[in-house]
């Protein structure tokens, strides 16, 4: 006899399952589709997200900005170095603490990133369309709260 692997949104991929898995299950779905939407770009969802901050907090250090991102210092270093190269970002010196090394996004990183943003766009409808405004607000508040939480930011 075989059995059937429930889908996503079935069993306990669905309403009665772990809420870690659901939102493990949520973000592995929005990845992959904002892999698909940024691939002729040759951007990852990764390099997105690292882009994204430091053109939201310039001269942002690679240790912060591997914080805000919830990614690895070895990764976010590798990612910037791939941006470096691609002339989206460049690094200079922190004045006033030499070894630390200030992250800038680029005319062209800032143009990539309005690229991307266009592809990501319907993706995020995509998202907000699953709920209504208002949903979508406490939906919004809700997954900032757990994330604030368990990070220990609260």
Known sequence: MTRRIPRAGEGKRGPE???GY???QAHVAVRAAMDKALADLDVTSPQF???TMIVAYPGVSGADLARLTFLTPQTVNLIVSNLVKAGAVEKSADPDHGRILRLQ???AGEA???RCKARIGPVEEQIAGLVGREDEKVVRR???AVGAKLVGER
């Open 142 to 144: 809700w997954l900032a």
């Open 112 to 114: 990539l990133l309005k």
């Open 105 to 107: 996004a680029t005319e």
């Open 49 to 51: 997200v690292v882009l």
């Open 17 to 19: 399952g772990y809420l």
């Open 22 to 24: 659901l939102v493990r």
